[in-house]
């Protein structure tokens, strides 16, 4: 499946927990329910935050021509981390403690949600990445979550199939060793 549809389901979930918790009367005049996302919106992995953003904006504009979350309208407040996790940082501080968002979409690598989890944390905000797969992320913390398979559970899928599916018996792996 691909990823800007895990997006979408991201959003979703997010959506309706927040309206859930945080909304749970409905009010006369219809209030607006922010939900950060810290993205990749500049640099040379831009294109992945930028269709991240789309899959994002369509599910907003989806749940807010349908009424909204218990008649409340959705609004994302994006911000750019540039895969970079200070700026991932800087980022989620400025959701958290000036836009006071309850969850954020994203960061979108693991370095990002690894560097960005102990402030959500303390702040008791959701994090949840799209696309983070670093196995760590599993034990970040209670409030840190991401919809992508792990890195150990998608290199034992993939060995399988090599194995098993192609008869392949040997290989070679090259990598970057950060947290992406």
Known sequence: MKRWIWVLVGIVVIAVVVGILVYPKKTKEPEVIKIGAILVLTGPDAKAGQSAREGIELAVNEINSAGGIKGNLLEIVYEDDAGDPAKAVSAAKKLIDIDKVPAVIGPMWSSSVLAVAPIAEKKKVVILSPT????????????IFRNTYSDVFEGTKAAEFAYKKLGLKQAAVTYINIDA
């Open 132 to 143: 983070a797969s670093a196995p760590s992320i599993t034990k970040a913390g209670d409030y």
